[in-house]
């Protein structure tokens, strides 16, 4: 079974940069969807990035321009470069890994790691 482990969380003032990672315990696969999802308090779960096996990416539209995730399948670790940081960015962060290879399709979750900003 995976396990994600992320780190790199903190409080920043806004306009700041924070790099967050998310290490597997295991290889990352080719047919690993990577992603990072984030939770503010009274806000449902949402999407900030995924980066699919292949190396596509997508964004959700209130982060493009600012956040970039990436991904070393050698390190079996993902990023999420996150700069130009607004305090509408506070939550907490959590790093997915869907693994396509089966099916049903299997899903990973992380602990999460919280980001704060400040204004």
């Known amino acids: 079974q995976v396990q994600l482990v992320e780190s790199g969380g903190g409080l920043v003032q806004a306009g700041g940069s924070l790099r967050l990672s998310c290490a597997a315990s295991g290889r990352i696969f080719s047919t690993t969807t990577m992603g990072w999802y984030r939770q503010a308090p009274g806000k449902r779960r949402e999407l900030v990035a995924i980066?699919?096996?292949?190396?596509?990416?997508n964004y959700a539209d209130s982060v493009k321009g600012r956040f970039t995730i990436s991904r070393d399948n050698a390190k079996n670790t993902v990023y999420l470069q996150m700069n130009t940081l607004k305090p509408e960015d506070t939550a907490v962060y959590y790093c997915n890994a869907v693994n396509w290879g089966i099916a049903p399709p299997r899903d990973y979750w992380g602990q999460g790691t919280q980001v704060t900003v400040s204004s």
């Open positions: 980066i699919r096996s292949g190396g596509s990416t």
